[in-house]
């Protein structure tokens, strides 16, 4: 046998056994008369000892000839450590070699293989099998694999059934883009890669089975970043005979679980806000709830006293930063420079300190006297100590760009704890949205999903004022999944569709095969699915998703371990029936 340990086992209590383990060696230190090697595999280390005029030449040499990353068999007896290791967790023992063998020799990786080592990411991406061996992205696949499992666990007890759908599927126009596979045996037609399982979890409803849920990979091709791949993993999850209060009231629980279960933590209950809430409150559809800093709105208390930037806006807006008014002004100075960057794109910034003598201190002391900021404090519940932030202009604009400025003061100040978990609900989105580009609606979550009951008839006078049965679930300002009632009767189907500008022939190409299955008997029905991604990333405080990945691509979408995506030959080009140009 290769092993009868691994290299994290071995403890005092096996002092005197004879024991064979085999790893990788993760250093040698030769000392002359004595030398050791730190032999290494997925649970832990183990120090391995050769000692002159006990150990035997034979041995010796090959001992002598190891270096990083070879794997070796090493045979001996486990001893008691004279200089013992207290941050290993074999730290007590060591094993005398009665017995080396090479089992394979190993070049000098190009980075260290160590918790912080000296490789830097693009390096690491492309030898990312020497990257999985150290131990903290190891212990990140672990933590996948653990909420995975905890996952299954959960859906299981819940009577949910795990279907597999198929991953060669019809093109579809909305929602981001899909990525194509040609047919050789269908000359000129393609598959798609599916964005989600969509249009077959609301099948399978059809089909009866109530509970469906599935672990499943799906592919987009959009622009990347940190928390984007163009192929990720959802939790996907479909419900018969539901209303949007079961379907919240189940996956708060399965969240509730995963917390409990994977982190040790108990996360308490979920808030809920509006969409337009969210907008107005926190200009974002995904607060971040740990901390305050609420907009407040101050037309009223700005405008009409001749300082044309208020005066023009569309809205004036500002946050209360508590104990901040100490800031000084090369730090309000900075802050400003960061909403005029061209990310958040705002004109400029205006703050109002409030000072411990009860007087305020502002950059627009000239338009605005005591009085003026002390309406804006009282407004935003402001006290000494505190600090007034304000921005202006157009609302869609101006509520993203505090937002911004809100997440920045958040972090600043130490607010956004990782440790510290604020589940939230988002309800009641739009159905639509309008774009200026194309000159018609989108669906904002995807044009299988309920109008609410209430804006139905909307439906064709007014769209664009008919709000959504959807929701999403946001944890410390990430969307961590997003679902809604669907749309179950062919009439209504239509409806949509019109709405989002198919005409019955475009409509009847794409989704043809769903609505001809609503014929038969669709029942209610509604789902949810989870960036499963980012919710490892969270589980484990991280900001990317990539190092929760085994085999992840670059920003540019690029595997450059195997130098993917990459041309392919004339031969196969011409059984698919494809030239490039």
């Known amino acids: 046998m290769h092993r009868t340990h691994h290299c994290g086992e071995l403890r005092i209590e096996n002092k005197g056994e004879k ?33 002159e005029g006990r150990t035997s030449e034979d041995i010796l040499k090959v001992a002598r000839k190891v ?44 980075f260290t293989i160590e918790d912080d080592t000296d490789g830097g990411e693009e390096l690491r991406m492309q030898y990312r099998y020497l990257d999985l061996r150290r131990p903290a992205v190891r212990e990140k696949l672990k933590l996948r694999h653990q909420l995975m499992q905890a996952t299954r666990r959960f859906m299981d007890s819940s009577g949910f059934l795990e279907v597999e759908t198929p991953v060669l599927i019809k093109s579809t126009p909305e929602g981001a883009r899909d990525f ?130 208020f005066d023009q806006a569309e809205l004036v807006v500002g946050i209360n930063v508590p104990g901040a008014a100490e800031y000084t002004r090369k730090q309000l100075d900075a802050l400003t420079e960061y909403v005029k960057r061209p990310q958040i794109g705002a004109k400029g910034l205006v703050y109002v300190k409030c000072n411990e003598d009860g007087s305020f201190k502002s950059s627009v002391d000239k338009f605005y006297g005591q009085e003026d900021l002390k309406a804006w404090a009282e407004a935003a519940e402001a006290k000494a100590g505190d600090l007034l932030l304000v921005l202006s202009g157009d609302i869609d604009h101006t509520r993203k760009a505090m937002n911004e400025l809100r997440l920045k003061m958040g972090a600043e100040l130490g607010l956004r704890d990782r440790n510290v978990f604020k589940p939230l609900w988002v309800l009641d989105f739009p159905l639509l949205e309008w774009d200026e580009e194309t000159k018609r609606f989108h669906a904002m979550h995807h044009p299988f999903t309920s109008p609410k009951p209430e804006d139905m008839e909307f439906i064709e006078s007014d769209p664009g004022r008919i709000r959504a049965n959807a929701y999403d679930m946001v944890i410390n300002g990430v969307e961590i999944g997003g679902g809604s009632i669907r749309i179950h009767d062919k009439a209504l189907q239509q409806k949509m569709f019109k709405a989002l500008g198919f005409t019955e022939e475009e409509a009847q190409k794409q989704f043809g095969f769903l609505m001809e299955a609503f014929e038969y008997g669709a029942p209610p029905h509604g789902g949810i699915a989870f960036g499963f991604d980012r919710l490892c990333a969270m589980f484990g405080g991280s900001d990317s998703i990539r190092d929760y990945i085994a085999f992840p691509k670059n920003n540019a979408g690029r595997d450059v371990m195997i130098d993917s995506p990459s041309t392919i030959s004339s031969e196969q080009l011409k059984e698919l029936h494809l030239s490039i140009k």
């Not at 926190?282 to 305050?292: M, Q």
């Open 67 to 110: 270096g990083r990353e070879f794997v070796l068999q090493a045979k001996g007896e486990v001893v008691e450590r004279f200089s013992k290791n207290d941050k290993m967790a074999t730290g007590d023992v060591e094993i005398f070699i009665e017995e080396l063998n090479i089992l394979n020799a190993a070049k000098t990786p190009p």
């Open 180 to 309: 194509v596979v040609p047919s050789r045996v269908h000359e000129g037609e393609f598959y798609a890669l599916p964005q989600s399982p969509q249009t077959f979890k609301q099948l399978l409803m059809v089909s009866g089975f109530d509970k469906y849920f599935q672990i499943v990979k799906c592919f987009r091709d959009e622009d990347l970043r940190a928390d984007r791949q163009p192929e990720f993993t959802q939790i996907d999850c479909e419900m018969s005979f539901v209303e949007q209060e079961d379907i919240l009231n189940t996956f708060e629980e399965m969240v509730k679980y995963l917390f409990k279960e994977v982190k040790g933590v108990e996360i308490g209950d979920f808030e809920r806000m509006t969409y337009d809430q969210a907008m107005k409150l926190y200009g974002s559809d995904k607060p971040d709830i740990r901390f305050g800093m609420p907009f407040v709105e101050l037309n009223q208390y700005a405008q009409g006293k001749g300082f044309n930037v």
């Open 19 to 51: 024991v064979i383990l085999s790893g990788w060696v993760q250093r040698v230190r030769n000392k002359g008369g004595l030398l050791w090697i730190d032999l290494r595999d997925r649970y832990g280390i183990t120090q391995l000892l050769c000692e």
